[in-house]
């Protein structure tokens, strides 16, 4: 299988920067396609924040363009995501999402970390 492992999230004042991590690891051989981060803040549901693909195109929520910027490392399998201008209306648990093709198995997968808090203080 796959294990997405996060990391950089924390305790930022409004107007601060975070950069999120996710690097992708399995014992066997794998391609990951899509990779991206998701947000999930109290009492909502888990929204898009960003995405990339392999070929580096990407896609943003409307509430964050022009603030974060997705980027990936292929050769580490690590997407990364830079969060610049932080507003309060950020804090959520932030969770990274691959998808993944594995070969031992000839088929693609869809998998998630176990998700990293960004809190936002006013």
């Known amino acids: 299988q796959v294990q997405l492992v996060e990391s950089g999230g924390g305790l930022v004042q409004a107007g601060g920067s975070l950069r999120l991590s996710c690097a992708a690891s399995?014992?066997?051989?794998?391609?990951?396609?899509?990779m991206g981060w998701y947000r999930q803040a109290p009492g909502k549901q888990r929204e898009l924040v960003a995405a990339?693909?392999?070929?580096?195109?990407?896609n943003y929520a409307d509430s964050v363009k022009g603030r974060f910027t997705i980027s990936r490392d292929n050769a580490k399998n690590t997407v990364y995501l830079q969060m610049n201008s932080l507003k309060p209306e950020d804090t959520a648990v932030y969770y990274c999402?691959?998808?993944?093709?594995?070969?031992?198995?000839?088929?693609?997968?869809?998998?998630w970390g176990q998700g990293t808090q960004v809190t936002v203080s006013s």
């Open positions: 990339t693909t392999r070929d580096a195109s990407t």
């Open positions: 999402n691959a998808l993944v093709y594995i070969s031992a198995y000839r088929s693609t997968g869809d998998f």
């Open positions: 399995s014992r066997g051989i794998i391609s990951i396609n899509a």
